[in-house]
């Protein structure tokens, strides 16, 4: 098949200019709303009200952890929630934005478009509205935040609902649902390096009963970076419809679709072949500007819910994702010659398309027993993970460009390829029978007991352009249990000391000298923490020890086989604080310790599990909203992102990347105009500090973090 040379730049530049249309005008569709619901006939008299809609928290509810909305209090796991308050303060635009301010999470970039996200030491997975998604989150690039509500994250093994995934904890993205009155809002944004954004954002009833919703949202992004070349040009387009087809019964559905064009997308510099970092200008990007990458990500998830009177609720969740990825592509293959001054490019193209099938089927509700009420939920959830590909430069011997001057891409030539050469497909199918039981034993104790049985397979096959095989058989599980137990302790009526157990496993399908096929690997924490809820729910705190061990791992019996002989120990502590402390203040405060290292292997035991991410890190923020006086209006917020030292190479020290600790200082300021109108200013890196987001090997991903910006937001509502 002809190599792919798919272009949507036209289309973004239009859903910008679109964009920007309809919020110039938001005045008159708010009027014209006005009209529609207003007596044709009997006209009331003006009424100026001066209230303020109340500001919303950042102390939210969570459904990661049990499907249905609890308190983080109500949790035997450390939960954090990114609120859309949040989101806006701080101008965040993508999950990854999202997620450099959870506590206890690092983001490791891959490229301009995707990242890859740790906690404890592990990978992060990923749910969408409670719908699990193994393999779904790093190294794939995911929606805007335009789309959703709020961003959960649950760190640790989350098994339960989750099956097989990750064993760093669970993200689970909240789509934004149709509201029952009318609202409208939408800005604009500039920032630094021809930085510009749109969004739009329209919610109601379609019906005079509100029985049929709708939410519509549009947001587009053209852009450059701090770094050379790279361009990226994305829009998104989402809409949701709900329906209450009785009282006790409502329907959903939602489609999205995401378009993103990114010129010589950035992966970070090389080193020098001896190990050691560069000493180069921050916007040095050394990747030819022929470069080329797209995503375009089509989402479609429908719902339905039943509620009984007895308090018992039946849902089902399809989810169906199909996500295409082109890349061309010179990357760097080789340090860079300290004498020679030159490396080495590899060219390559591929096409990659990757489609999820996902059904979540699951009833909750009360059970009396004993005189006393417990909350009982059982489920069933399906997924079926397709990538095919085709693809052209992946066999040796590789198409090489050697002995390039560095800072010269100019030099490397542009890969033309007619037709690919390698094709192939892997399928990972995953099902399982879950369940879950809090037990309110007496009125300060419950007791919260699950389990989980799964069944697992993955299996791949080559295809045209490649020789067409048979499908192999990768890894396989059937009938896989994993347990969870949790105890919560109400010590008062503002805080809950807890105790819990959880697990998850990931299969592998080396070979035993036997013949037999290894024991999956398993995450197996033991987690005791302290939870605080104060001021009526508006202020949150927790605090949390772990240890965390990773069994079974495979080693090589030094025959050619391997045996289940592995164990990774991840060990820490963390707190939080969110929420409002008092009127006109809101933050949200974390620190996390973390310690990783091999406790069994044959090679590394004793030695760190991975360099990556810090011992220790902080977010804070915080701000102070002004009501009344001579600042009404205005809004202040500061924040301080913190990392202890990272490294990457290997333990000679020559060789060694190392960078000490660092904090990153960002602040906004916003002053309401009127009731609709808002100007806002984010900084960023306000002291300009030099760091690194990824120290990576000597060919690639050692990434600068942004140097100081700013971003300068028009924001409407109605």
Not at 259 to 272: C, F, I, Q, R
Not at 282 to 295: A, F, G, K, M
Not at 338 to 366: K, N
Not at 553 to 578: H, M, T
């Amino acid at each position: 098949m002809k190599a792919s040379t798919k272009k949507v730049g036209t289309t973004s530049v239009r859903c910008l200019s679109l964009g920007l249309a309809l919020a110039a005008a938001f005045p008159v569709m708010a009027q014209s709303a006005d009209q529609e619901t207003a007596e044709p006939v009997r006209r009331l008299p003006r009424i100026d009200v001066s209230a303020e809609a109340p500001r919303p928290s950042y102390a939210r509810e969570a459904t990661i952890a049990g499907k249905e909305p609890l308190a983080p209090r109500e949790i035997a796991n450390s939960v954090s929630v990114i609120s859309s308050q949040r989101i806006e303060d701080q101008g965040l635009q993508t999950v990854a934005d999202a997620l450099n301010q959870v506590t206890g999470v690092t983001v490791i970039s891959n490229d301009t478009t995707q990242s890859q996200y740790l906690s404890r030491g592990y990978s992060l997975g990923v749910a969408y509205d409670g719908i699990p998604a193994r393999g779904s989150l790093n190294g794939l690039q995911q929606f805007d935040l335009s789309m959703y509500e709020q961003v959960e994250v649950l760190r640790g093994p989350s098994g339960l609902f989750m099956g097989s995934n990750e064993l760093g904890g669970v993200v689970n993205l909240v789509r934004k649902r149709a509201l029952r009155n009318f609202a409208m809002s939408g800005s604009v944004s500039a920032g630094s390096w021809d930085n510009y954004r749109t969004d739009i954002d329209i919610t109601g009833p379609l019906n005079e009963a509100g029985t049929l919703r709708a939410r519509a949202v549009l947001s587009a992004t053209d852009r450059h970076y701090f770094y050379d070349t790279t361009a990226t040009r994305k829009w998104l387009a989402y809409g949701t419809l709900d329906w209450d087809i009785t009282p006790s019964t409502t329907a959903s559905l939602a489609v999205a679709v995401q378009d993103d064009d990114t010129t010589a997308s950035y992966s970070g510099l090389p080193a020098w072949k001896t190990g050691e970092l560069l000493d180069v200008s921050r916007r040095s990007n050394p990747l030819p500007d022929w470069n080329h990458q797209t995503w375009r990500t089509n989402d479609v998830v429908a719902e339905l819910e039943h509620r009984l009177d007895n308090g018992w609720s039946f849902k089902g969740k399809l989810n169906r994702r199909e996500q295409h990825q082109f890349f061309k592509e010179a990357f760097f293959w080789t340090g860079v010659d300290p004498v020679a001054q030159s490396l080495d490019y590899r060219r390559r193209v591929g096409d990659f398309d990757y489609t999820r099938d996902a059904v979540d089927i699951y009833a909750s509700g009360p059970v009396p027993l004993f005189g006393r009420t417990h909350q009982a939920l059982v489920g069933f959830n399906y997924e079926r993970y397709r990538n095919e590909y085709e693809r052209w430069g992946w066999q040796r011997p590789y198409d090489m460009e050697e002995g390039v001057p560095f800072g010269r891409p100019d030099l490397v030539s542009e890969l033309n390829v007619d037709q690919y050469d390698q094709g192939g497909i892997e399928e990972t199918t995953q099902r399982g029978l879950y369940g879950q039981m809090r037990l309110s034993l007496t009125d300060p104790l419950t007791v919260v007991l699950g389990g989980r049985l799964s069944w697992y397979n993955n299996k791949s096959r080559n295809v045209a352009p490649s020789q067409r095989t048979e499908w192999s058989q990768g890894a396989r599980e059937s009938s896989q249990f994993t347990p969870y137990a949790a105890v919560l302790f109400d010590l008062t009526n503002e805080l809950t000391l807890y105790g819990s157990y959880s697990n998850i496993f990931v299969p592998q399908a080396q070979l035993r000298a036997d013949g037999s096929v290894l024991d999956p690997r398993e995450g197996r924490q033991i987690e005791l923490g302290l939870k605080g809820e104060f001021l009526d729910g508006q202020l949150q705190a927790s605090t949390a020890v772990y240890d965390l061990r990773d069994v079974n791992r495979s080693q090589s019996d030094g025959n050619g086989y391997a045996l289940n002989a592995g164990e990774v120990s991840s060990k820490g502590w963390e707190f939080e604080i969110v929420g409002r402390p008092a009127p006109g203040y809101e933050v949200q405060l974390g620190y996390a310790y973390s310690r990783v290292k091999y406790l069994k292997d044959k090679n590394n035991e004793g030695l760190p599990f991975q360099t990556w991410e810090p011992k220790h890190s902080a977010r804070l923020w915080g701000l102070r909203s002004f009501s009344e006086g001579a600042l009404d209006g205005l809004t202040l917020g500061v924040g301080v992102n913190i990392a202890s030292s990272s490294s990457a190479g290997s333990s000679d020290a020559s060789a060694m990347r190392r960078q000490g600790g660092y904090a990153i200082t960002n602040a906004m300021a916003s002053y309401r105009l009127n009731r609709q109108v808002t100007v806002q200013f984010n900084a960023n890196n306000l002291f300009d500090r030099t760091y690194y987001t990824r120290l990576g090997g000597t060919n690639s991903y050692n990434t600068y973090g942004a140097p100081r910006n700013f971003m300068l937001t028009l924001r409407a509502q109605y």
